[in-house]
T-cell receptor, first 117, second 115 residues
Framework: GAVVSQHPSRVICKSGTSVKIECRSL??????MFWYRQFPKQSLMLMAT?????????EQGVEKDKFLINHASLTLSTLTVTSAHPEDSSFYIC?????????????FGNGTRLTVT | EDKVVQSPLSLVVHEGDTVTLNCSYE??????LLWYKQEKKAPTFLFML????IEKKSGRLSSILDKKELSSILNITATQTGDSAIYLC???????????????FGQGTILTVHP
């Protein structure tokens, strides 16, 4: 079945530094990937939609200059948290759907737990 | 704005009990409703529902969609401690362009099954 790989699974960084999270679709091409954020015991909140070869679409309230998204190929999207602060500490999850299967469900990466100290 | 509401927000039961989780939605151009189970990491897919009144079943889990009532239920019979998780309901809409596949998630139901 469709597999989405997310890396790293866990990262600790100092305040003010930037962190890059990768999301790869391993066995299918994904023209669109989605980035979510999740706080403890809460639901997934969509941050942005990542489109291959074009600019990402951000949800209301998400700062595009802080959360940089690059979708350079059909199998890779990256999320960079710039100038991280402790309040950016969260669980970040990406998801993707095979480009040719509009009716198939989204598949999720295993998430990245970011801790900013 | 699309909205998905789940109830209850949390539920504590004992092994062997049957539980029913609810999901209601207000979505423009509804396309599908999905249920996911989330344990420690990423959500895993359970069901995708597009047609009203057709039950989908997988082992002890089953789900059905009611488009007239704009809702869905997820049933778990003979619960086990391994069923303890957050159950997420998500709705997909026909958005067109490159935003197809975007899901709106409910808050989730935290299920705890005690031995």
């Amino acid at each position: 079945g469709a597999v989405v790989s997310q890396h790293p699974s866990r990262v600790i960084c100092k305040s003010g530094t930037s962190v890059k999270i990768e999301c790869r679709s391993l066995d299918f091409q994904a023209t669109t990937m989605f980035w979510y954020r999740q706080f403890p015991k809460q639901s997934l909140m969509l941050m942005a939609t990542s489109n291959e070869g074009s600019k990402a679409t951000y949800e209301q309230g998400v700062e595009k200059d802080k959360f940089l998204i690059n979708h350079a190929s059909l199998t890779l999207s990256t999320l960079t948290v710039t100038s991280a602060h402790p309040e950016d500490s969260s669980f970040y999850i990406c998801s993707a759907r095979a480009a040719s299967s509009y009716n198939s469900p989204l598949h999720f990466g295993n998430g990245t737990r970011l801790t900013v100290t | 704005e699309d909205k998905v509401v789940q109830s209850p927000l949390s539920l504590v039961v004992h092994e062997g009990d049957t539980v029913t989780l609810n999901c209601s939605y207000e979505v423009t151009n509804f396309r599908s409703l999905l249920w996911y189970k989330q344990e420690k990491k990423a959500p895993t897919f359970l069901f995708m529902l597009t047609s009203s009144g057709i039950e989908k079943k997988s082992g002890r889990l089953s789900s059905i969609l009611d488009k007239k009532e704009l809702s869905s239920i997820l049933n778990i019979t003979a619960t086990q401690t391994g069923d303890s998780a957050i159950y997420l309901c998500a709705v997909g809409a026909n958005a067109g362009g490159t935003s197809y596949g975007k899901l709106t998630f409910g808050q989730g139901t935290i299920l705890t099954v005690h031995p």
